[in-house]
C-alpha cells in the first residue's frame, strides 16, 4: 500500500473514492471506470452506484472539464478489486480494503463514545471575551436541525483540550471561521457534494449581529476529527495562533504555545 485509503461516510455509507481506489490498484482511473460499466448490475445489487463529478482546471485554460467519479461501498469495492486483480493480488486487496473499512466503521464508533456532554468550562479558559459571549448565546438560543452539525459547536466542546487551554486570542479573533474555510477548502478538493451542506443563524454579541453560517450532515463527521487533527492542528493552527495570539490567560503562565508570538 502506498498511503493509507481514506473512508469517508456519504449518506450514512463508509464509501471510497473511485480515483483513490484506482491509484492504489496501480491502474488509471478510466480502467476502473470501465469495469463499473462492465459490472454495473452487480455492484447496484445491494446499493445505488453514488457518482459524482469534480471540476478538473488545466493550465493556461480558462474553463474547467468534468471529471466522473465513483464513492464505492466496501461491497463494491471488492467487487472491482476481484475484477482487476486475480490471484494472491486478489486476496491481499480484500483483506486491506476489508482493514481499512473495519478501522473506519472502529473510528465512527469511538467519536460517538467521545461526544458526551461537556463540562461547562472554568472561566478562566475562555478564548476571548467575544467568543465568551458568543458561546453563552449560542447555548441559549441556537437549536441546530437534528442530522447537523456546526464548527462552531464542535470546536465549542473541544476547546478546552490542550491544544486551545490557556490561549487567549485577540479580541476580533474568530477562530472557527479559520477552521471553516479551510475546511470547505478540503470538501471541495476531496468532491463532496457541497449542496448537502445547509445553514443556520448564529447570532453575534456585536455589530454584526445574525449571519449566516454552514452546518454540515452528521455523515461528514468521521471525516471533519480525521482532518481536524491530521491537518489543521499539526499545520493550520500553529500559524493562527502566530498571528492571533495575545496573551496567556493565566497569570502564571508567561510563555506562548509553539509557532506563536505575543502581540
Known sequence: MKTPLEIVLVEREHCLDSRLLAKQLGYDHKVVLQSIRR???????KSALLQNEAALKHEGYHGATRQTYYMLT????????????KGDGALEWQDTLIDAFLQARNRVRELE??????????????????????????????CIPAGYWCIFGMVAGFCWTDEFRGVYLIDEALPDGSIGLRWCQHLRERGFDMRQVKKYPHRYPDKRGIQQANIYPNDWLGAFWTWFHGQYLKYDYPEYLRTHTRALQSPAQRQLPPGSSQE
Open 39 to 45: 459490472h454495473k448490475a452487480r455492484l447496484e445489487a
Open 113 to 142: 463514545t467521545q461526544q458526551q456532554p461537556a463540562t461547562p468550562p472554568a472561566p478562566v479558559a475562555q478564548i476571548n471575551s467575544l467568543w465568551q459571549e458568543r458561546l453563552e448565546r449560542f447555548n441559549r438560543e441556537t
Open 74 to 85: 466496501e461491497r463494491q469495492c471488492l467487487i472491482l478489486a476481484g475484477s482487476l486483480k
